[in-house]
């Protein structure tokens, strides 16, 4: 009578935990990308493996979470300990300063943040490790639950951020850990554990624990009490933000207006600014643009002719146009003021559209300009779905600053500077149209200049240019450089016009078709004939300015980690542009390496080592070699594939959303059917092993094919199509762990934690190792260091099937 009753709570407190754990993974990588800098998301990823990891680890050393009876209330316990750990997370996150130079402090601050966050991870490791081995409920169903929970919080933390701001976010996600512990407490209850007051505390006061929480909750998402207070390495005055407002993948904010000269990025040194009414619209609190007043007289904006960045605009017979990333609106009223009779502005963030159109309508008229349209979607595949050629296509400083100054692993904006991208660009032009991008420029150094050169360079030979040479112009002024390129040669008549530009702006013309360029290195990238001495080219500089494709998409990273020990990095860091910040980023990453790798040992190896200790050297060998290389490579794979798929998606967080939804669920499909799909011989083994390894070696010869070919579809169809060229490698990888449980298993119990714990730390640390594979090599690279994985375990995994094989020839002779 009592059993069902029982069961279901435990179900659903088993399937909202593991939702608001993956919940908490998504939103966390958000935050993250405000406070600091976007390609942490990996460290998040690395950091809820490391905690779930030692969560199991200390369920493995407890002693009173053995008795059944008292199952419930360790589990409940732990949920709330999950639900108050979150609160202090956010509190942690918000407010600690992780941009210190690199030094011993830095290291400490890291480490402090690594722990901060990994706490509810660890309770909620806890909470998954008891369920699945302490209670009386099938594991195949328990496994089920906690599965189909996990992949749904994936899905369930988009939502939650369009409708709630990040820290609001990862309150209604401590809401949900409560919650989760009050069911919990409903599966029955054999009273309280002797010796544990805190925990019975907050066990008997689970009530008042989830009614604070959700009026904490509720209050923060109407007052927004707790928000960032560091951000982007500065303390953020909330008296400056007139509105605020957060999505799946941004943090918008808008500054109170004010009178100052009027932004420009590029400005002539001609340029008498006068005072004019402007706000700030601010992404992520690192890319800010300007949004003027503006009561629909485009005399209003005139000053916009002395930008850099409009220099093609001077090209006479411009009609149609298209401005990538409308941000403030600056670039869409550049082509009014030029005259252009229809402009369509393409924007990912619906944010900014809102903004301009509905909620500051009355500060700047830009919704109401004649000709002015707007599309909200990803540019990449905006411009392959239309069938609509443009006179010049515009791309101004598209990078959220914070790419730049981070050394940039973020791949949100990186997809739109690869070779694909431009060719689908310039391939939406009319036959004389232009692309024109503006990028950050250092005087006298070639580092982002030489990038965007040597990449519009690489696109034109792909589309077939004999002399990509006579394709480009570019000019420069301060510290912003813009390069206008076309499928056709450029003609005397544009030259012209864009030659008498320059003068009358004074911009310094760094790229001319018909004169030497501004330096030997541009010259020699400019004129590279073919692909091969392109590459020849961009090596005679200390920065990579090699062109970025989709299979390495990082177009803001420039630094050679193979050159690093040849340079005097001080001499080298202290020029201007690109390379301090990458420096910078990269020291980050391995700061990051080593400090999961010291939690890695403290709390997982050091402390399983004892397991093994009895166990035959064999299998401690072969075991510990098959759960490092499945570890290893079950991470390579979803670190490629997540960098892989936001280039596709557009986003990182729709990456990490729908990858993680699609391997968690086709991975526990995997492993449930490795119960029924034993692979306990020689060539079971052999023939599983191949075919993952060859399935995920495939992927990087066909995959990149197929997206590329789909870009045009809608998000939903390029979501689906995720999901379904994941599902098999999913299905695949989910095989290895149970196998090799099971293996193991029935050679000696005894080590069985010291390789589950192996695997988990394995995992962690290639995290970090394969954004530096990526980065270093290509994404593609790390997918088949995956697969090379998988293809490598038969060795490990056939000592173990002899030793079972053997284990049970002496149970016959003893029998």
Not at 8 to 22: E, Q, R, S
Not at 232 to 249: G, L, R
């Amino acid at each position: 009578m009592q059993e069902v009753p029982r069961r279901l709570p435990f179900y659903a407190g088993l399937g909202v935990i593991t939702a608001a754990t993956l919940m908490l993974q998504v939103v966390e990588t958000r935050i993250i990308s405000v406070t600091s800098w976007y390609h942490l998301a990996f460290f998040v990823v690395s950091i809820a493996m490391f905690g779930l990891t030692a969560g199991a680890v200390w369920v493995y050393f407890g002693s009173g979470a053995n008795r059944p009876a008292q199952l419930p209330y360790h589990l409940s316990v732990a949920s709330l300990g999950f639900a108050l750990a979150t609160v202090f997370a956010v509190l942690v996150q918000l407010t600690i300063v992780t941009s210190l130079p690199a030094s011993v402090m830095s290291l400490v601050v890291w480490a402090e943040f690594a722990i901060a966050l990994s706490l509810p991870f660890f309770f909620s490791g806890i909470v998954v490790s008891l369920a699945l081995t302490r209670s009386p409920y099938p594991v195949g169903i328990v496994y089920g639950v906690d599965l189909l929970g996990a992949a749904l919080g994936c899905l369930g933390a988009l939502a939650l951020l369009n409708l709630v701001s990040g820290p609001s976010a990862m309150l209604w996600i401590a809401v949900l850990g409560a919650a989760g512990g009050l069911l919990f407490a409903r599966a029955g209850l054999g009273g309280f554990p002797p010796g544990r007051p805190i925990a019975a505390r907050l066990f008997r006061h689970r009530w008042v624990v989830l009614g604070c929480l959700v009026a904490l909750a509720a209050a923060n998402s109407a007052t927004e009490g707790i928000r960032p207070t560091i951000v982007k390495d500065k303390i953020e005055q909330p008296e400056t933000i007139a509105y605020e407002k957060w999505n799946s993948f941004s943090r918008i904010t808008v500054s109170q207006s004010d009178k100052a000269p009027p932004m420009l990025w590029g400005p002539s040194i001609r340029f008498a600014p006068d005072q004019i009414e402007q706000r700030w619209m601010t992404i992520d609190g690192g890319a800010a643009t300007a949004v003027y007043r503006f009561s629909g007289d485009l005399d209003e904006v005139a000053f916009l002719r002395y930008d850099v960045t409009n220099l093609a605009y001077a090209l006479p017979g411009l009609q149609t146009g298209a401005v990538i990333g409308v941000g403030g609106g600056r670039d869409m009223l550049s082509a009014r003021l030029f005259g252009l009779s229809e402009v369509v502005g393409v924007e990912i963030n619906p944010i900014l559209i809102d903004l301009l159109t509905r909620q500051y309508s009355g500060y700047t008229a830009i919704g109401r300009q004649p000709g002015m349209t707007f599309e909200i979607d990803e540019a990449r595949s905006w411009f392959a779905r239309t069938d609509r050629a443009f006179d010049i296509i515009q791309m101004s400083l598209i990078d959220t600053w914070a790419a730049t100054g981070a050394g940039a692993f973020t791949l949100s904006e990186n997809g739109l500077y690869t070779v694909e991208a431009w060719r689908i660009f310039l391939e939406r032009l009319t036959p004389e149209g232009v692309f024109t991008v503006s990028r950050w420029h250092a005087p006298g150094e070639v580092n982002e200049t030489g990038r965007m050169v040597s990449l519009a360079i690489a696109t034109l030979q792909s589309l077939g240019a004999a002399d990509p040479k006579r394709h480009v112009f570019m000019a420069s002024s301060g510290q912003v450089a813009t390069i206008v390129a076309s499928r056709s040669p450029l003609s005397d008549q544009a030259l012209d016009a864009l030659r008498k530009a320059a003068a009358t702006y004074a911009f310094s013309v760094l790229l001319d078709p018909q004169a030497p360029a501004a330096s030997p290195l541009l010259e020699s990238i400019v004129s590279a004939p073919d692909g091969d001495s392109l590459q020849r080219a961009t090596r005679a500089s200390y920065l990579d300015l090699s062109a970025p494709t989709d299979a390495r998409p990082f177009f803001f990273n420039q630094l050679r980690l193979d050159r690093l020990l040849d340079q005097d990095l001080f001499a080298v860091a202290s020029r201007p542009g690109v390379y301090q910040g990458n420096l910078s980023a990269t020291l980050t990453l391995a700061m990051l390496i080593l400090i999961s790798a010291i939690l890695v040992a403290a709390t997982i190896i050091v402390p399983l080592r004892s397991t093994v200790s009895a166990a035959a050297s064999t299998l401690t060998i072969a075991g510990t070699a098959y759960f490092t290389l499945i570890g290893i490579g079950f991470m390579m794979v979803e670190i490629a594939l997540l960098q892989r798929i936001s280039v596709f998606l557009g986003h990182p967080v729709y990456a990490l959303s729908i990858v993680l939804f699609s391997l968690i669920l086709s991975t526990g499909v995997g492993s449930l059917a490795s119960e029924r799909v034993l692979l306990d011989s020689s060539p079971r083994l052999i023939g599983w092993s191949a075919l993952t390894g060859a399935y995920l070696l495939a992927l990087s010869s066909w995959l990149p094919q197929v997206l590329l070919q789909l870009e045009s579809a809608s998000l939903p169809f390029r979501a689906l199509l995720t999901v379904l060229v994941l599902a098999p490698a999913g299905f695949l990888m989910g095989f290895g762990f149970p196998t090799g449980m099971r293996l193991v298993s029935r050679i000696d119990q005894r080590p069985t934690p010291w390789f589950w714990g192996i695997n988990g730390a394995a995992g962690v640390l290639a995290a970090g190792v394969a954004v530096l594979t990526s980065i270093e090599f290509s994404i593609d690279t790390t997918l088949r260091v995956g697969a090379i994985c998988y293809l490598l375990l038969p060795g490990p995994a056939l000592l173990l099937v002899r030793g079972v094989q053997a284990m049970r020839k002496d149970n016959a002779k003893t029998s």
